[in-house]
């Protein structure tokens, strides 16, 4: 599993992540869940840690099938106005989009369906990461 799929830097004093229910359903090894909920900046002062929900169920493709695992919201992009969040169809996108609007509100969030894409192992940040020749 990538990280970036669990956390991320929101801005210098806060990480975006899950709960700690939520990365153990993902596998997240308890040490390292211990580690980035105690992370303190280098002036010894701890981060903000900003929660966000993981799907509410399983996420299924746009042309029915249950992948067998829930989505992660943590996997965004952000660009100059705009932060483009994963959605899924799912009850929690709304949450999500929400939480992250609270942490950039001179940017507007904008969702993305990326039920396909997910299928296949990629998300938003993960997949504008790197520029075709």
């Known amino acids: 599993m990538h990280i970036d799929g669990f956390a991320r830097f929101g801005n210098s004093s806060t990480i975006v992540t899950m709960s700690e229910s939520d990365l153990q359903e993902w596998e997240v090894p308890q040490d390292d869940i211990s580690k980035l ?18 799907t ?10 249950d992948l067998g695992f829930k989505g992660s919201y943590v ?34 969030v904008v969702g993305i369906d990326v039920r396909n894409l997910y299928e296949n192992g990629g ?11």
């Open 123 to 133: 998300m938003i940040h993960c997949v504008t990461q790197q520029q075709p020749k």
């Open 37 to 54: 909920l105690s992370a303190k900046n280098k002036a010894g002062l701890a981060y903000t840690i900003l929660k966000l929900p993981l």
């Open 56 to 65: 509410k169920e399983n996420v299924v493709t746009t042309y029915g099938k």
């Open 75 to 108: 996997n965004y992009y952000i660009a100059n106005t705009t932060v483009l969040v994963p959605n899924y169809n799912d009850p929690n996108d709304a949450m999500a989009n929400m939480l992250i609007q609270s942490l950039y509100p001179t940017r507007k």
